[in-house]
């Protein structure tokens, strides 16, 4: 079994201050991890993902996540906030065969303050 | 962009209805899986095609099904709607071991 727990439904930033998006997972086996945004009315697009290759993995948009299994945690930074990066951010598990099913955190919507 | 489309964008059905749902998967995809996006909640896993087969299904009960095409596209028919169906249904699509890419969804409202 699967889940994702991510801290905090709500995150406020200032223009140019650092994002960070907590996300902890369970998972019984060796996981692969995603986060995933959600601008208003729209789908979700992929930020970035770790397969089990290196721990610190790059994404689109200047977003980055760090894999620490010692602290089963997942999570998104940005070293300086945009106001376009306002949105609603989703971290998710599946297991290490890459296509299996998406198990998803409740979200968080992340406000960026001029 | 995805590649992924979904009709219809809106859709509007009272309690006992039945709905279908579209979706066309990225080119050269083989893979569809549909999710249910209640209102303020995260997406939940309702089931998934792998050329033309149901493989693997979340915890939603039968009058939820579906079905995949020879060129991938995917349906998602829900029959006897009730209230709490109403939701954002996202469908992604992927290529067998790779990552599911969504498209942009149907938002179903029943009354």
């Known amino acids: 079994a699967q889940s994702v727990t991510q801290l905090g439904s709500h995150v406020s930033v200032s223009e140019g201050a650092l994002v960070l998006l907590r996300c902890n997972y369970s998972?019984?086996?060796?996981?692969?991890l995603f986060w995933y945004v959600q601008y208003p009315n729209q789908g979700l697009q992929l930020l970035l993902k770790?397969?089990?290759?290196?721990?610190l993995v790059k994404g689109i948009n200047g977003f980055e996540a760090e894999f620490k299994k010692s602290e089963t945690s997942f999570h998104l930074t940005k070293p300086s906030a945009h106001m376009s990066d306002a949105a609603e951010y989703f971290c998710?598990?599946?297991?290490?065969?890459?296509?299996?099913?998406?198990?998803f955190g409740t979200g968080t919507r992340l406000t960026i303050i001029p | 962009e995805t590649g992924v489309t979904q009709s219809p964008t809106h859709l509007i059905k009272t309690r006992g209805q039945q709905v279908t749902l579209r979706c066309s998967s990225q080119?050269?995809?083989?893979?569809v899986s549909w999710y249910q996006q209640a209102l303020g909640q995260g997406p939940q896993f309702i089931f998934q095609?792998?050329?033309?087969?149901?493989?693997g299904r979340g915890n939603f009960p039968p009058r939820f099904s579906g079905l995949q095409f020879p060129n991938y596209s995917s349906e998602l028919n829900v029959n006897a709607l009730e209230l709490d169906d109403s939701a954002l249904y996202l469908c992604?699509?992927?290529?067998?071991?790779?990552?599911?890419?969504f498209g942009p969804g149907t938002r179903l409202t029943v009354l």
């Open positions: 992604a699509s992927s290529l067998s071991t790779d990552t599911q890419y």
């Open positions: 998972s019984s086996v060796p996981p692969y």
């Open positions: 770790y397969t089990s290759a290196a721990t």
């Open positions: 095609y792998y050329r033309e087969e149901e493989n």
């Open positions: 998710a598990v599946s297991g290490n065969f890459g296509n299996e099913k998406l198990t």
């Open positions: 080119s050269g995809h083989n893979t």
